[in-house]
């Protein structure tokens, strides 16, 4: 360890991001959690973490000395993510949701995070690359999963001020499915979320639409768009190859062509 050479000592010490409030946490998946929530990840997986940041840094900053870094994977429901500078070391805070994300993603959060610390530009590819991975569904999904498993789960019900999802579904069900497929709770989600706008809970066969398509300036296709989506994922369960969870797989995409409104349903997505 090395300490009171680096040339950054003489700023005051930054934090690029608030601190999220402490929570109390308990066990999942057998993954040893300190009493302050602090995930307790494997060696392996944490020195590849670290290289990566020290990789990071030696781009952004070529010549001064790499700091000694200290990450963890915190339990967070966001993809929070703090950094700070104490003593010339650089404390991360991951979220446990970025634990099995691709290097590239961690490459690109090592290199936002750093470069925000010592004011330096963001390159564009590491923020759009980070930016897709967060906006990706199965972020979305596996945020929403655990949001709901750690906090009450409250159900809207199927019908809305302008829709109501079980008749919705039903239809849908006769013209595209040979009414075959069986119907799951299907309910208006809490906030009218613009980031999370349906999925399919498996564990409470359960689908969930936002609330933000329960307007009248929401167009009948919309509504329907989203919720065969969710019903294509009853009909396609997500096959798992070697570590890889495939989600959209080509019989999935194949059958979402099917709907005939498709393009002008995904144009009103990208507009809300
Ligand atoms: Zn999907």
């Not at 949701?97 to 691709?102: I, K, N, S, V, Y």
């Given at each position: 360890m090395l300490r009171g050479l680096f040339d950054f000592l003489s700023k005051s010490p930054v934090e690029a991001a608030p601190v999220p409030a402490a929570r109390t946490l308990s066990r999942t998946r057998g993954t040893k959690t300190s009493s302050r929530g602090t995930l307790l990840i494997s060696e392996k997986v944490a020195a590849d973490v670290v290289s990566i940041f020290e990789q990071e840094y030696r781009v952004l900053r070529p010549r001064a000395p790499i700091p000694e870094f200290h990450i963890r994977f915190r339990r967070f429901v966001s993809l929070n993510t703090t950094i700070r500078l104490r003593d010339g070391q650089l404390h991360v805070s991951l979220s446990d949701?970025?634990?099995?994300?691709?290097d590239t993603v961690l490459h690109a959060i090592a290199h936002i995070l750093i470069a925000k610390i010592y004011k330096k530009p963001i390159s564009a590819a590491h923020n759009h690359r980070y930016k897709r991975f967060q906006y990706s569904e199965a972020v979305a999904r596996q945020t929403e999963q655990i949001r709901s498993s750690r906090g009450a789960k409250r159900f809207s019900g199927p019908e809305g001020r302008y829709y109501n999802l079980e008749e919705v579904f039903d239809s849908l069900n006769e013209r595209f499915f040979h009414g075959l497929l069986g119907r799951p709770q299907l309910t208006w989600s809490e906030q009218a979320a613009k980031r999370l706008l349906g999925h399919y809970d498996a564990a409470h066969n359960t689908i969930v639409v936002s609330r933000?398509?329960?307007?009248?300036?929401?167009?009948r296709y919309a509504v329907e768009y989203l919720l065969y989506h969710e019903m294509l994922h009853l009909k396609h369960p997500v096959s798992v190859r070697g570590t890889r969870r495939?989600?959209?797989?080509k019989a999935f995409k194949a059958d979402e062509?099917?709907?005939?409104e498709l393009d002008k349903a995904l144009a009103f997505l990208k507009r809300l």
């Open positions: 949701l970025l634990e099995g994300a691709p933000v398509f329960d307007r009248p300036s929401s167009p495939c989600v959209h797989g062509k099917l709907f005939p």
